[in-house]
Antibody
């Protein structure tokens, strides 16, 4: 059974940093493109970032470019999202997902990030 | 950046009805379009990719069509378990924008 499990969410002050992790089991992440998608409370889905299967190519939404960094550790079968200069509008459930270049067939359950003083 | 619009934003239909949602891209995106289903409190689920390809294990009552800038998602016979919000998403180039979603419920 394929499982993606996000962790690292929590309460952080504006301007702070947080690193999210997404640990995979049942699949080898090195074979997949990986994505982060977020969803603010009661709102729609927002694509955040993606990384290709060998980690050489990354992409970001304009709203997080320069503040967030996606990375992967295939030895640990884990995806990361390093978030800095966090703002209140970054508050959301963050989902990791895996699949092809643009489509994600596997998703985690999400981890909540709350940015508040 | 490519913008995605969806219509309607919500709809109510009876069990067994045919339901159609449209998605419009602000630029040509070929067939680089997904459709996702999201139930409350759950992660999204991929239903359709490449505009019309059914993801493995997804019931055949779900279908998608279109290319370029206009796309359609159809549930041929609505079932109670299809109550959810449906999102289109393009992946023509970064950023892979989602549409605003269409909330579907039972009349």
């Amino acid at each position: 059974e394929v499982q993606l499990v996000e962790s690292g969410g929590g309460l952080v002050q504006p301007g702070g940093s947080l690193r999210l992790s997404c640990a995979a089991s049942g699949i080898s992440l090195s074979n997949y493109w990986m994505h982060w998608v977020r969803q603010a409370p009661g709102k729609g889905l927002v694509w955040v970032s993606r990384i290709n299967s060998d980690g050489s190519d990354t992409g970001y939404a304009d709203s997080v470019k320069g503040r967030f960094t996606i990375s992967r550790d295939d030895a640990k079968n884990t995806l990361y999202l390093q978030m800095s200069s966090l703002r209140a509008d970054d508050t959301a459930v963050y989902y990791c997902s895996s699949g092809s270049y643009g489509s994600a067939g596997y998703w985690g359950q999400g981890t909540l990030v709350t940015v508040s003083s | 950046d490519i913008q995605m619009t969806q219509t309607p934003s919500s709809l109510s239909a009876s069990v067994g009805d045919r339901v159609t949602i449209t998605c419009q891209a602000s630029q040509h995106i070929s067939s680089h379009l997904n459709w996702y289903q999201q139930k409350p409190g759950k992660a999204p689920k991929l239903l359709i990719y490449d505009a019309s390809s059914l993801e493995t294990g997804v019931p055949s009552r779900f279908s998608g069509s279109g290319s370029g800038t206009g796309f359609t998602f159809t549930v041929s016979s609505l079932q109670p378990e299809d109550i959810a919000t449906y999102y289109c998403q393009h992946y023509d180039n970064v950023p892979f924008t989602f549409g605003p979603g269409t909330k579907v419920d039972i009349k």
